[in-house]
C-alpha cells in the first residue's frame, strides 16, 4: 500500500491514560504533518516534522502533546494524561517536501476518551 | 496569518448538474491553492491544486478557479454523481512553506 498508513484506526482511552498514534508516510515522503478534526470541523494544524526535526510546532497544545518522526519507523503523535477534550479525529498527512506538492493524507486515528 | 472562509456550508446539487464550491481567503501574498474531497470516515482525498501564477486549471470533470484581486477560489464540478456527495475543503499555503491553512468546508449533497 503506496498510501498513508495511520494506525490504531480507533483508540480509546480512559482520562489520565496516555495515547500514541502512530503515522507512516508515502515512500519518497520525507515531510510529516499532523491534524486534528473535530465533527463537522476544518483541520487544525499542529505539527509539521521532517526526519528527526520538528519544523512548526505551533499548533500543538504546550502541555502533554508531542510529537516525533524518528530516523526509522512512524512518526508518533503522543498525548499524555488525556482528557475528554482530546476526542477528535487526528489526521496525519504527507509530501515529498520538494516545492509546492500537496500532502497526502491517512484515514486517522479516532480518539475517544471515557 | 491566513484565515480561509466558505461562502456555503452546504450545497444541494441535483445529479448530473454543476456543482460550484467557492473559498475565500484573506493573505493577498498565498500562492498555493488545493483543493481536497473527504468522505465520512476517511481522511481527506487531494482532488486539484494551483499555483498563483495561474488562474484556472483543469481536471477530470474538476474546475479550480483563481481570482487573486479578490482572494476567491472555487472548484466547479461537471456533471455532478452521488460519488461526489462529500465535504470539500480548501486549503491555502504561503511562499512555499509546506504548511497550509485549510478552511472549514462545504458539505455538498448530490439529489439523485
Known amino acids: 500500500n503506496a498510501g498513508v498508513m495511520q494506525n490504531p484506526r480507533h483508540l480509546v482511552r480512559r482520562r489520565g491514560q496516555e495515547a500514541r498514534l502512530r503515522c507512516s508516510p508515502m515512500?519518497?515522503?520525507?515531510?510529516v504533518y499532523w491534524y486534528r478534526q473535530l465533527p463537522e470541523e476544518g483541520l487544525k494544524f499542529m505539527v509539521y516534522l521532517q526526519k528527526e526535526n520538528i519544523i512548526d510546532e505551533s499548533g500543538m497544545p504546550k502541555e502533554r502533546f508531542s510529537a516525533e518522526f524518528p530516523k526509522e519507523g512512524p512518526s508518533i503523535l503522543r498525548i499524555q494524561q488525556v482528557v475528554r477534550g482530546d476526542s477528535a479525529a487526528y489526521f496525519c498527512a504527507s509530501s515529498p517536501g520538494q516545492g509546492l506538492q500537496p500532502q497526502h493524507f491517512g484515514d486517522g486515528t479516532r480518539l475517544s476518551i471515557l | 496569518g491566513e484565515s480561509v472562509g466558505l461562502h456555503l456550508p452546504t450545497l444541494s446539487v441535483q445529479e448530473g448538474d454543476n456543482s460550484i464550491i467557492n473559498c475565500a481567503y484573506s493573505n493577498s501574498a498565498s500562492d498555493y491553492f488545493i483543493w481536497y474531497k473527504q468522505e465520512s470516515g476517511k481522511g481527506p482525498q487531494f482532488i486539484i491544486d494551483?499555483?498563483?501564477?495561474?488562474d484556472k486549471r483543469q481536471g477530470q470533470r474538476v474546475t479550480v478557479l483563481l481570482n487573486k484581486t479578490v482572494k476567491h477560489l472555487s472548484l466547479q464540478i461537471a456533471a455532478t454523481q452521488p460519488g461526489d456527495s462529500a465535504v470539500y475543503f480548501c486549503a491555502v499555503g504561503l511562499g512555499g512553506y509546506q504548511k497550509v491553512t485549510f478552511g472549514t468546508g462545504t458539505k455538498l449533497q448530490v439529489i439523485p
Open positions: 515512500k519518497g515522503h520525507s515531510h
Open positions: 494551483i499555483r498563483s501564477n495561474m
